[in-house]
């Protein structure tokens, strides 16, 4: 997006009147100096390492799973949402308006934003006593509106129908009815793509979802929270499971569905949510603090919350090319969180197994289940922390560490040559859905250690300093090197690694 365009949105919100583009909401400015492996430089380092630390902005520099269990960014980036909110009684008794219009703006150079919409909603209130009807209607981005709880393990967002690098809009609307103690939803979600018609071409046609959902607290201190969602997300694009009958192309629908679960015990801490699922507001009379400063006292509080979601979609049997069967991703965690005077202590375990990780790719191949013989394992991490509030220089230092095994796949060829057979190995290790690392034949997939020391200064209710240090040990890490025949080959990076984050930060 270029300066230019942003300068003319600036204008626009400038004079739409009854809304104020200054007020924007979750706002990040943040100055790093920063290195994510000061032993190795760009040509040793697998992620790119610069020479010497640097303060371009790194969205992900040292940043480890369980950092980014709850929320969508890593925190370090230049970001803000500009947010025109409307906010009006309705004429009928006891109902309410409210809409935003919602703007992400994230700054990665001094010459452009990644400009995208981030949320932007309609939303009706009906009061019924203590009780309230809301119908939300998102006309552009759903993504907000998704089963399951912790970011990391929810699903159904807007990637059910579309690609990382798709634009393609997707709407939704939203019935809820909440009440003290207990509230329940059920939506729809639409979309275009390109499917397979009865006549054998590709045109846009729409793809759906139905969410729907239900919490209840048993007691103050107990919730239990469930949701189950089908998708119908398109058609499979594989000659083999196309058939012609009297002119009339079939072909195979990708389907998804699956059902999300949680319990939570707490006493003293808040059931929250990720900022990530909240609609933004910016009305002065009701406003939110995304980044409001942590209370202590000198009672007591816990919470241990547990969530499971098991998913299932449509895909080409690995088998039987010419049919499909259902593949199924299961994942979970268990969390646990205590604060007593300046203290808090945290916990998570958190299992993912591959099937679920690569739901929006889908799968690997695409399209496909795993083939038979492929040894496929889950992604398991498990890490604490803790940190201690120095009330009078506003200091909170702590300690985080984990271990994790990440997910791969582990695939046996033999291969016969006259007499003789060998066997040939191809392992690979899943980071995420689209960072993967292949280990040489023979290499086996290690478990990945980290520590990480942090330190955090507030000036005010608004602005803090952070410093991070960092060691990884990390088996895994593979980079490509020229071979002695030119040919490039991947080569261990060292699974030694130290970094470090410096940061100045303003959150409002």
Same mark, same amino acid.
């Given at each position: 997006?270029?300066?230019?365009?942003v300068?003319?949105?600036?204008?626009?919100?400038?004079l739409?009147p009854?809304?104020?583009?200054?007020?924007?909401?979750?706002?990040r400015i943040?100055?790093?100096i920063?290195d994510?492996d000061?032993?190795r430089?760009?040509?040793q380092?697998a992620?790119?390492?610069p020479?010497?630390?640097?303060s371009?902005?790194?969205a992900?520099?040292n940043v480890q799973?369980a950092?980014m269990?709850e929320?969508?960014?890593?925190?370090f980036?230049?970001?803000t949402?500009?947010?025109?909110?409307?906010?009006k009684?309705?004429?009928f008794?006891?109902? /309410?308006?409210?809409a935003?219009?919602?703007? &992400?703006?994230? @700054?990665?150079?001094?010459?452009g934003?990644v %400009?995208?919409? /981030?949320?932007?909603?309609?939303?009706?209130?009906?009061?019924?006593?203590?009780a309230?009807?809301?119908i939300?209607?998102?006309?552009?981005?759903?993504?907000?509106? &998704?089963?399951?709880?912790?970011?990391?393990?929810?699903w159904?967002?807007g990637?059910?129908f579309t690609?990382?690098?798709?634009?393609?809009?997707?709407p939704a609307l939203?019935?809820?009815?909440?009440?003290?103690?207990?509230?329940a939803?059920?939506?729809?979600?639409?979309?275009?793509?390109q499917?397979? =018609?009865? /006549?054998?071409?590709?045109e846009?046609?729409t793809v759906?979802?139905?969410?729907?959902?239900?919490?209840?607290?048993v007691?103050d201190?107990?919730?239990?929270?469930?949701?189950?969602?089908?998708f119908?997300?398109?058609?499979?694009d594989k000659?083999?499971l &196309?058939?012609?009958?009297?002119?009339?192309?079939?072909t195979a629908? @990708? =389907?998804?569905?699956?059902a999300?679960? +949680?319990?939570?015990?707490h006493v003293?801490?808040p059931?929250?949510?990720?900022v990530?699922?909240?609609?933004?507001?910016? /009305?002065p009379? +009701?406003?939110?603090n995304?980044?409001?400063?942590?209370?202590?006292?000198d009672?007591?509080?816990?919470?241990?919350q547990?969530?499971i979601s098991?998913?299932? =979609?449509?895909?080409q049997?690995a088998?039987?090319?010419?049919s499909?069967t259902? =593949? @199924?991703?299961?994942?979970?965690?268990?969390?646990?969180r205590?604060?007593?005077?300046? @203290?808090?202590?945290?916990?998570?375990?958190?299992?993912r197994?591959?099937?679920?990780?690569?739901y929006?790719?889908p799968s690997n191949p695409?399209?496909m289940?795993?083939p038979?013989?492929v040894?496929v394992?889950?992604?398991?991490?498990?890490?604490?922390?803790?940190d201690?509030?120095?009330?009078?220089?506003h200091?909170?230092p702590g300690?985080?560490?984990g271990?994790?095994?990440?997910?791969?796949t582990?695939?046996t060829?033999?291969?016969?040559?006259?007499?003789?057979?060998?066997?040939?190995? +191809?392992t %690979?290790?899943?980071?995420?859905?689209s960072?993967?690392?292949?280990?040489?034949?023979?290499?086996k997939?290690?478990s990945?250690?980290w520590?990480?020391?942090?330190?955090?200064?507030?000036f005010s209710?608004?602005?803090?300093?952070?410093g991070?240090l960092?060691?990884?040990?990390?088996?895994?890490?593979?980079?490509l090197d020229?071979g002695?025949d030119?040919?490039?080959?991947?080569?261990p990076q060292g699974?030694?690694?130290?970094?470090f984050?410096?940061?100045?930060q303003?959150?409002?």
């Open positions: 997006m270029r300066f230019s365009l300068s003319a949105a600036l204008v626009v919100f400038a739409v009854a809304a104020q583009a200054s007020d924007a909401v979750d706002t943040t100055f790093s920063a994510d000061i032993q430089g760009p040509q380092s992620t790119g390492s020479s010497l630390p640097n371009i902005p790194t992900e520099a799973p950092q269990h929320k969508r960014d890593a925190g980036e230049n970001l949402h500009f947010v025109l909110y409307m906010h009684p309705g004429f008794e006891n109902v /309410d308006t409210e935003a219009l919602v703007a &992400r703006y994230e @700054w990665l150079q001094n010459r934003v %400009l995208t919409e /981030d949320g932007s909603y309609l939303k009706l209130t009906r009061a019924i006593d203590d309230k009807l809301r939300v209607a998102f006309p552009l981005n759903s993504d907000r509106f &998704r089963l399951g709880y912790s970011y990391n393990i929810t159904g967002g990637r059910m690609s990382t690098t798709d634009r393609s809009a997707t939203k019935v809820e009815f909440e009440r003290p103690g207990m509230y939803f059920l939506g729809l979600k639409t979309a275009l793509r499917m397979d =018609q009865d /006549d054998g071409t590709k846009l046609d759906y979802g139905v969410l729907g959902g239900a919490g209840v607290d007691a201190e107990l919730r239990l929270e469930g949701g189950a969602g089908f119908n997300r398109g058609t499979i000659l083999e &196309r058939t012609v009958e009297n002119g009339v192309y079939n629908p @990708w =389907q998804g569905f699956g999300s679960a +949680q319990i939570t015990y003293g801490i059931i929250g949510q990720p990530d699922f909240k609609l933004y507001r910016n /009305d009379m +009701q406003p939110d995304f980044f409001k400063q942590e209370k202590y006292d009672q007591l509080s816990f919470l241990v547990s969530e098991a998913v299932g =979609q449509t895909l049997d088998v039987k090319a010419n499909t259902i =593949q @199924w991703g299961v994942a979970g965690d268990l969390t646990g205590v604060k007593f005077d300046k @203290w808090r202590l945290n916990a998570l375990l958190v299992y197994d591959l099937a679920f990780i690569l929006n790719v695409n399209f289940t795993f038979e013989g040894t394992q889950p992604d398991v991490y498990g890490a604490v922390g803790a201690y509030y120095l009330e009078d220089l200091l909170t300690v985080l560490m271990i994790e095994r990440p997910a791969n582990v695939a060829n033999t291969v016969a040559d006259n007499a003789t057979s060998q066997n040939s190995q +191809q %690979l290790v899943f980071h995420s859905e960072s993967v690392d292949i280990l040489n034949p023979g290499d997939v290690g990945v250690f520590i990480k020391g942090t330190a955090k200064m507030d209710e608004g602005m803090s300093a952070v991070e960092s060691y990884a040990s990390d088996p895994n890490r593979r980079r020229q002695v030119g040919v490039p080959v991947r080569v699974k030694n690694i130290v970094g984050n410096l940061l100045l303003a959150r409002f």
